[in-house]
């Protein structure tokens, strides 16, 4: 294994290790006491001293980190105050809507945002660059909360097109009931062949997926275009002119792969920002994904819930990025060789 | 010591995206500060006969469930979310400026520990560790403030880290501390000032991201409270009532959208003026 | 083959060259010397229709046509097919992500020309390259084998005159060697007409028919390359022939 790729392992490592520790320490810094937290106002002073135990609140800090690290690595979660279930569990069904939502919303960043990119950079400076620069900045200037609003009342209240709220038509469930294999609602539909959950699904999908879309195509639309231009002033691009191929040949065909590579490391990036710019569109469409459930969460102080999705999108990202470093390398060849 | 370059030599502000969003911001500012004067009612008063009115000549934003005037609120929004704006940049620029230039110009083992840390924080998207925050303090203008600083530090602290490095390393330096100048004047004298001008252009690059991180988190109901005058806040308490009153959601919304985009306007500007090329956000 | 007569490209009114007649001859090589700064590419970069931003005026013929007024996809049509570019740096002259034989076959394509792997191994063979050469990425060749893989699109693609923007200059002094040898063998046993810009004059003397000197945009003397080197009458020629060691 390549020396760069045991130091990349290890800084991956020791940032999950910080990661925990900081969720840990958040955890700990409700105000009051986190065993009245737990059972209530009115718990007797014997009912708060068995939470105590139970939880291990009297112990020294260091001491609780240590459980903490232990509990999780054991897939205890901790349980959740406001669902009484283990958190785990409760993020393990969150999880796969989620993921489907944003999966959909960067597939739609992508489509859109590297084609217009590259239309802003084939005319730089004229008008199509200049409102292809003006319409990105406006769509990362968007509060995805009131986007998602005024999608749904616009295009699903009032003109109807577009289901208002939820994943499918759950009539669906006895009519032609889902088989689980991924739980991921669209790609299990479409494997199944279940057409009529795969059509409702991504009737419903349509508006949250391109509330979530907004942001990360308009970054990505700004990139490309920052990117292509760089590449199409080197050396290489005025030898492909000499060679008498047109200027979009040049951007698709030569400049675009190797502007590809900052546009993955940013997908990275995005893939977080969308994860949870996804909260607050899931709470306005009520899906069912991990954004409804952490902001029930919040609304219900529901400290593990919240940590429990803290830390799982934040070890994701973690992750996303290391995926993302080692795919620099099948896309630009230099950085193999290195 | 002559050979000591200018300090933080500020671009020419020749980029009409620049020019256009510095207008637009001094335009809002304006409009949050002179609010009191310029707002034709007191944000807080409470008309129930004439709630949900729509916009006409009396309420020019119609008003709102308890018959509030939605213009003089979004007006005196502009303030929260300003001042919201103002102090999560200062604090985490100076926080992170600091450790930064103590990182890069310490280097060794000091600027791996506060680069492996930073790194922590920058594994959280700032939405995120904000709402987490937010959830265990109290819900308050104040824990927004806290709650956003502490997710956005690490960002300068990167990024002075590298430009105070490669100064460290410039002859001036060396020839300073060869001179016996202790460690912090060099870094007061030398390094600081020199550190700043990417930090300038990064801050109003990220106030459009903290307005709109601030708007969700009092969205969240994890902001400012009722009688306050905020447009996250606004936009949550009108959700229910979009389709029958659009306006009490549509005009905080767009206060929002537009003080953002004045604000990245002026960043990718600044940014086109300085360099082409830098990684987004 | 080339033609040029009373060009001048202006940037933002500045004259960066001033040309009044340059000429090139198929199987001829004529040379453009000077320092850097004197015009030599931008006047070469005109020739190909590729200087953006500059006013240009003048007359330019190149393989039969009017490169000031042609239709752009009329221009298209002869760069590469009829007028070949070879540049500076061989290396950052081919794009990262595309392995030579990609980029050579796209270029074929593009210009309509069949038989592309035949086209290809024979042109890879005239420059004295391995064919294997063609499944690499250019970090992966040395600058000498880029430069001569460079001439080869010129050779396959059929083009009629090469233009080389200081071929070798990037290049060790055995490399020079070879890439100069294969530039003259073009011209001699091919009959291309090759118009070369340098500042190194004996690579000059070794293989150009003709000079211009320029400098500061202006042509300062041209004539025969054996007359200008042996006997210059503009002092600026016998500085750039002292600066020789």
């Known amino acids: 294994m390549p020396r760069h790729l045991i130091l990349r392992l290890g800084q991956a490592f020791l940032v999950m290790v910080g990661v925990v520790a900081l969720t840990f320490v958040i955890t700990r810094m409700v105000p009051g006491d986190p065993a009245v937290a737990y059972a209530g106002p009115r718990a007797t002073p014997e009912q708060l001293a068995e939470v105590r135990e139970r939880f291990g609140l009297d112990e020294p800090l260091w001491v609780q980190l240590a459980v903490y690290v232990r509990d999780l690595a054991t897939g205890d979660w901790q349980t959740s105050l406001h669902t009484r279930r283990p958190v785990l569990e409760d993020l393990y069904h969150a999880f796969p809507a989620s993921l489907e939502l944003v999966g959909a919303g960067l597939v739609i960043a992508i489509a859109v945002g590297v084609p217009v990119g590259v239309l802003a950079a084939r005319f730089r400076g004229r008008f199509p660059d200049f409102s292809v620069r003006l319409t990105s900045m406006l769509a990362v200037s968007l509060p995805v909360f009131w986007l998602a609003l005024a999608l749904q009342t616009v295009f699903g209240s009032t003109l109807g097109w577009f289901p208002v709220a939820g994943e499918y038509d759950g009539s669906l469930d006895t009519t032609s009931p889902l088989t689980l294999w991924t739980n991921i609602t669209v790609v299990d539909a479409l494997i199944t062949g279940n057409w009529p959950i795969l059509t409702s699904t991504l009737a419903h999908l349509a508006l949250p997926a391109l509330v979530v879309a907004a942001y990360p195509a308009g970054v990505i639309a700004q990139l490309v275009r920052a990117t292509l231009i760089e590449e199409a002033s080197q050396d290489h691009a005025r030898l492909e002119r000499a060679l008498g191929f047109r200027e979009t040949t040049i951007l698709t065909r030569f400049a675009l792969r190797p502007a590809l590579n900052p546009v993955l490391s940013l997908i990275a990036l995005v893939f977080a920002y969308a994860i949870v710019n996804g909260f607050l569109v899931e709470a306005v469409f009520n899906w069912p994904g991990l954004g409804r459930y952490a902001v029930s969460a919040i609304s219900h102080s529901d400290t593990p819930a919240v940590a429990g999705v803290t830390l799982l999108v934040a070890l994701m990202y973690v992750f996303a990025n290391l995926v993302v470093d080692l795919l620099q390398g099948v896309i630009d060849p230099r950085t193999r060789a290195r | ?281 | 083959m080339i033609e040029v007569r009373d060009l001048r490209v202006r940037y933002g009114g500045r004259v960066v060259a001033d040309v009044p007649e340059l000429d090139v001859a198929p199987g001829e090589c004529v040379a453009i010397v000077g320092e850097s700064g004197s015009g030599k590419s931008t006047t070469l970069m005109a020739l190909l229709g590729l200087t953006e931003g500059a006013e240009v005026s003048g007359r330019v013929r190149v393989a039969g046509v009017d490169v000031l007024t042609a239709s752009p996809a009329r221009l298209r049509a002869i760069r590469g097919a009829r007028v070949a570019l070879v540049m500076q740096s061989p290396q950052a002259a081919l794009s990262p992500t595309t392995r030579l034989g990609t980029l050579m076959r796209r270029a074929l394509k593009l210009h309509g020309v069949g038989d592309a792997e035949r086209v290809m191994a024979e042109a890879v063979e005239a420059v004295l390259l391995d064919p294997a050469i063609l499944r690499r990425y250019p970090h992966e060749v040395s600058g000498g084998q880029a430069q001569r893989f460079a001439i080869a699109l010129a050779i396959a693609l059929g083009a009629e005159a090469i233009l080389a923007d200081e071929p070798t200059s990037a290049l060790d002094v055995t490399v020079q060697a070879e890439v100069v040898a294969v530039l003259r063998e073009l011209c001699a046993a091919r009959g291309l007409a090759l118009l070369l810009v340098s500042h190194d004059l004996a690579l000059v003397s070794t293989i150009a028919h003709r000079v211009l000197v320029m400098r500061d945009g202006e042509v300062v003397e041209s004539g025969p390359a054996a007359r200008v080197l042996a006997e210059p009458s503009h002092p600026y020629t016998r500085e750039l022939l002292e600066a020789l060691p």
């Open chain 2, 1 to 281: 010591m002559s050979a000591m370059p200018r300090v933080a030599r500020l671009p020419r502000v020749t980029d009409r995206f620049a020019l256009a969003g510095a207008v637009l911001i001094t335009l809002i500012a304006l409009a949050a500060v002179l609010a009191p004067w310029l707002a034709p009612h007191p944000p807080g008063e409470v008309d129930p006969l004439n709630a949900l009115s729509p916009p006409d000549g009396e309420h020019w934003f119609g008003t709102d469930a308890a018959g509030r005037d939605v213009f003089s609120r979004v007006l005196h929004g502009g303030q929260t979310s300003l001042l919201i704006a103002v102090a999560v940049l200062a604090v985490s620029a100076t926080a992170g400026v600091l450790l930064g230039v103590v990182a890069g110009y310490a280097g060794g083992w000091v600027r791996d520990v506060i680069m492996r840390i930073t790194d922590v924080f920058l594994a959280f998207p700032a939405l995120l560790l904000s709402v987490a925050l937010a959830v265990v303090l109290e819900p308050s203008v104040t824990t927004v403030i806290v709650a956003i600083a502490v997710t956005w530090w690490p960002w300068y602290a990167r990024l002075s880290a590298a430009t105070a490095a490669s100064i460290a390393t410039r002859p001036y330096v060396d020839a300073a501390r060869c001179l016996g100048v202790p460690a912090i004047m060099i870094i007061l004298r030398h390094v600081l000032p020199n550190s700043l001008t990417p930090v300038l252009v990064q801050l109003s690059l990220d106030a459009g991201g903290v307005i709109l991180t601030a708007a969700a988190l009092s969205y969240l109901g994890l902001g400012a409270q009722d009688p306050t005058a905020e447009w996250g806040l606004m936009v949550e308490q009108g959700q229910t009532l979009f389709t029958t009153n659009w306006w009490v959601v549509t005009f905080p919304g767009l206060a929002i959208l537009l003080t953002a985009f004045a604000f990245n306007v002026l960043g990718e500007g600044l940014r086109d003026a300085l360099d082409p090329r830098r990684i987004v956000k």
